[in-house]
């Protein structure tokens, strides 16, 4: 067991997420809660440049995987997905020739694409579809999601068949392809068009706490500060905001933070992706930076741009090794500038 700093937890935390990284994370910050006995609350701004339209069903990987995970309904092992999951209807599908049949649509997962395109055919926005599937996992976050305008990241890819370049969906690069083939443009369509979700500006702003965690800072947290106004309300929040880096040794943990950091010409390294984010003294949006203790002889670079760093254990092993990031985290964002 990894003990936590001894740190007295903010009233008020946004964590701005993608998938298993954000996620797992966010059980070491209800953890340290837990175990400090503070009253805090907790706010989860999700990335939805993942979601994707299949078999005519809205699919939000992303914030499926938050909420199932801190509802206990994740399958852990994959780290995303239902728990004791089947997948009698993607073979079925599969044996009727329809595609794609490279996503993995599991069945009780489809109960959740059911009910959410339902209510969105309905007419109810993705901010009240998901505080209303929230009731039944009862995750102990608000979750939010970062737009309830349509927003699909894409990747230009050389289509390894044709050879041609085409741009294909954020899901078919990093599924199909396992982000193996040659890549030269991210995009977060409509992002730019696409006004924050309900309660999205306000999370940020009255925060007394902000963090970035270790999800991919490129198709996670970069495609929701894609959306106007997010990115000018973290400059502007009162509140410290620390980032945790998902590159350690000059890799990504897990995903494909490497390959997509390669596409948009930032060096895959801590202090890379420290430097990517910026110094908000300098217009960027980190105050502090946690980075692994291999990666302790970047904290000196980090900390000639702007912005504090620490080198302490980041590897998610348990829940109790996450709360003592997240109390390091704590801890950075009330020290002194470097």
């Known amino acids: 067991m990894t003990a936590a700093r001894s740190v007295t937890v903010p ?31 907790v706010t989860v701004i999700a990335n939805t440049g993942d979601d994707i339209w299949l078999h005519g069903l809205k699919i939000c990987p992303d914030l499926d995987t938050v909420m199932y995970t801190l509802g206990n309904g994740i399958d852990t092992e994959r780290g995303w ?16 020739g329809v595609e794609p049949a490279w996503f993995g649509l599991g069945d009780r997962d489809l109960a959740t694409h059911l009910v959410r395109t339902q209510m969105l055919d309905a007419g109810y926005p993705l901010s009240a579809v998901t505080e209303a599937l929230c009731h039944r996992w009862k995750p102990g976050v608000r979750l939010l999601p970062m737009s309830d305008d349509r927003i699909e990241t894409h990747v230009a890819i050389d289509d390894p068949d044709t050879g041609e370049r085409r741009a294909v969906h954020f899901q078919e690069y990093w599924i199909r392809h396992q982000a193996s083939v040659p890549a030269y443009s991210v995009v977060p369509i409509g992002a730019t068009e696409a006004k924050p979700g309900p309660g999205v500006l306000e999370a940020i702003t009255d925060a007394d706490l902000v963090i970035l965690p270790p999800s991919n800072p490129v198709v996670s947290v970069g495609t929701i500060l894609a959306v106007p106004g997010i990115r000018e309300v973290l400059r502007a929040t009162k509140a410290p905001v ?3 880096s998902g590159i350690v040794g000059d890799d990504h943990v897990r995903g494909m933070a490497r390959q997509v950091l390669g596409i948009i010409g930032v060096e895959c390294s801590a202090a890379g992706v420290a430097e990517h984010y910026g110094a908000r003294s300098a217009g960027g949006v980190i105050d502090g930076w946690l980075v692994d203790t291999v990666d302790a002889g970047s904290v000196e670079r980090i900390e000639a741009a702007g912005i504090r760093a620490r080198a302490v254990p980041l590897m998610m092993t348990d829940h109790d ?17 470097p």
């Open 11 to 41: 009233a008020s935390i946004t964590v701005l997420s993608g998938g298993v990284g954000g996620a797992r994370f966010i059980q070491g910050v209800l953890r340290l809660i837990e175990t400090s006995g503070a009253a805090a609350e």
């Open 81 to 96: 997905g239902r728990v004791e999951e089947t997948w009698h209807a993607k073979e079925e599908l599969a044996a009727y």
């Open 242 to 244: 620390v980032g945790v």
């Open 321 to 337: 090794a996450t709360a003592a990031m997240v109390a390091e985290a704590i801890d950075l964002a009330g020290s002194r500038a």
